[in-house]
C-alpha cells in the first residue's frame, strides 16, 4: 500500500499483518480520490475506522489542511502514527485512539466541523448505521459536508432516507460500495 498521489506520492505506508484492518487496494483508493479531488482543498477530512491511516493520508498529501485519524486498535493507530510522521503529516494530523463515538463527542467539543467524512467500518456489524445515525444531528457536519461509506454490497441501506441522508452517488466494485452521502438541507 502507498500514497498514490500529491506530496507524498508512491511513498509506501506500513500496515498491520493479518485480517485486523482491510487496507483499501491502491485501485480502488485512486478511484475514489478521482471523485474527491475536487473537495479536497483546504478540507478538513475526518478519516474513521481508519486503519492504517491510509486514506486520511492520501487526503493530506492531495491538498487537505488537515486530518483527523480515529482508531481504536492500539496497534492499528500506532502503524497510523508511524505513517503520518514518515509522510511528514504531523503538522495536518490528529491521530485519536478511542471509539468512534467517543471521538465524535470530543470533537463536537472542540467546535470541529468536516467538509469530509470517510468511514471504514468493520462490514458486517451496522457500525455504519450507527455512525450515521449520530452524525444526523451533530454540529460536525454541515449539509455541505460529504461522507463516503465504504462497506459490503451486502450492507443494507434502506434507512438513508429515513435517516435524513441524500445519496449523491453510488460506486459499486467487486466485493464492496462506495456510498456518497449528504445530509439532507432543511
Known amino acids: 500500500m502507498r500514497i498514490i498521489g500529491g506530496r507524498a506520492r508512491s511513498l509506501p505506508l506500513k500496515t ?5 484492518t482491510r487496507p483499501t487496494t491502491d485501485r ?42 480515529v482508531e481504536q486498535n492500539r496497534k492499528a493507530a500506532a502503524c497510523i502514527q508511524e505513517n503520518i510522521m514518515f509522510t511528514k503529516a504531523e503538522q495536518e494530523s490528529t491521530l485519536l485512539v478511542m471509539d468512534v463515538l467517543a ?12 467538509d469530509l467524512v470517510f468511514m471504514d467500518p468493520p462490514y458486517e456489524r451496522g457500525l455504519e448505521r450507527q455512525v450515521l445515525n449520530y452524525l444526523k444531528d451533530s454540529p460536525l457536519i454541515s449539509e455541505e459536508t460529504l461522507l463516503i461509506v465504504e462497506a459490503s454490497l451486502k450492507t443494507d441501506f434502506s434507512y438513508l432516507a429515513d ?24
Open 103 to 114: 471521538a465524535l463527542k470530543k470533537l463536537e467539543y472542540e467546535d470541529s466541523v468536516f
Open 163 to 186: 435517516m435524513g441522508y441524500d445519496m449523491v452517488k453510488c460506486k459499486k466494485y467487486k466485493t464492496n460500495v462506495h456510498l456518497f452521502l449528504r445530509r439532507r438541507t432543511a
Open 16 to 20: 498491520l499483518p493479518g485480517l485486523d
Open 28 to 69: 480502488i483508493k485512486e478511484t475514489l480520490f478521482n471523485m474527491l479531488q475536487p473537495y479536497l482543498l483546504q478540507a478538513n477530512f475526518l478519516d474513521l475506522f481508519a486503519g492504517s491511516g491510509g486514506i486520511g493520508l492520501e487526503a493530506v498529501s492531495r491538498g487537505a489542511k488537515r486530518a483527523v485519524f
